[in-house]
């Protein structure tokens, strides 16, 4: 049985810094492809960064972009996602999510088989 748990979410003042992790078991995590998403109320899932099996490459969007940094250590199983200068924006619940890295990341929920249950982060003015 495949799965992902979320850690790290939190309540952080605006320009605060979280690090969020996702322990995956069930898989051979150094096979998969994984990604960071949110979804705010009332709104769809929204890509947030990905990285590869391999770790060489990594993609964010770009309300993200030199804020966030996404890793993974593959001997651990683990993905994780460094949020620094946080805005209010930022404010969703956090999921990650994994697929078969046959060609690299994607930015495309469907691409992702299997999804963590997510973690909320609350970022305040």
């Known amino acids: 049985q495949v799965q992902l748990v979320e850690s790290g979410g939190g309540l952080v003042q605006a320009g605060g810094s979280l690090r969020l992790s996702c322990v995956a078991s069930g898989l051979t995590f150094s096979r998969y492809s994984m990604g960071w998403f949110r979804q705010a109320p009332g709104k769809d899932h929204e890509f947030v960064a990905a990285?590869?099996?391999?770790?060489?490459?990594?993609d964010y969007a770009d309300s993200v972009k030199g804020r966030f940094t996404i890793s993974r250590d593959n001997a651990k199983n683990t993905v994780y996602l460094q949020m620094n200068s946080l805005k209010p924006e930022d404010t969703a619940v956090y999921y990650c999510a994994g697929h078969i890295d046959y060609s690299g990341t994607s930015d495309n929920p469907r691409t992702y088989e299997y999804w963590g249950q997510g973690t909320q982060v609350t970022v305040s003015s």
């Open positions: 990285i590869p099996w391999s770790g060489r490459t990594t």
